[in-house]
């Protein structure tokens, strides 16, 4: 199957840079799947799991939102957080889940609720994402 280059950039360091298969996202409206030669494309990422096929076996990761850029030979995810499932700790997801459950409960703002929203889906994203270890 032919290969594209999948780069994937986090504030912190470059995730992953490699020739792959095919790489589906979760997007904003659905998932996505690219593979050589897709339209060129800029779209937002919702809290999810990427999966990376190379080699005709995919590995998966968690990512936190973000956005993706297609062009003919080269895709690029930009994210402000992406792990493996044997980088999560999941005691901290718990953690993170567990304040984010609070906040819900007691907040009184509009804002706030969003933002125990946005940490609880990303907690929940690692937990699951943590299964595949
Ligand atoms: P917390 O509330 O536990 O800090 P968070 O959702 O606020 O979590 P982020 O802002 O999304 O954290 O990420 C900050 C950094 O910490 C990123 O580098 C991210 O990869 C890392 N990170 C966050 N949670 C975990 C986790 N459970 N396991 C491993 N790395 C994590």
């Known amino acids: 199957m032919s290969q594209f280059?999948?780069?994937?950039?986090?504030?912190?360091?470059?995730?992953?840079?490699?020739?792959?298969?095919?790489?589906?996202?979760?997007?904003?409206?659905?998932?996505?799947g690219i593979l050589k030669n897709h339209t060129p494309l800029v779209t937002p990422?919702?809290?999810?799991?990427?999966?990376?096929?190379?080699?005709?076996e995919f590995k998966e990761a968690a990512i936190a939102g973000g956005y993706i850029?297609?062009?003919?030979?080269?895709?690029?995810v930009i994210t402000d957080a992406a792990e493996w499932p044997e980088e999560i700790d999941v005691k901290r997801a718990e953690?993170?889940?567990?304040?984010a459950e609070q906040r819900l409960k007691s907040s009184k703002s509009e804002v706030d609720i969003v933002r125990a929203h946005i940490a609880l889906r990303?907690?929940?994203?690692?937990?699951?994402v943590a299964k595949k270890k």
């Open 5 to 32: 280059t999948l780069e994937i950039v986090t504030p912190d360091r470059k995730f992953f840079e490699d020739e792959v298969e095919m790489v589906i996202v979760r997007g904003v409206e659905g998932d996505i």
């Open 45 to 56: 990422l919702s809290i999810g799991r990427i999966r990376i096929k190379k080699n005709g």
């Open 69 to 76: 850029e297609v062009s003919k030979n080269k895709t690029t």
């Open 95 to 99: 953690e993170a889940k567990k304040r």
């Open 122 to 128: 990303k907690a929940l994203n690692r937990l699951e």
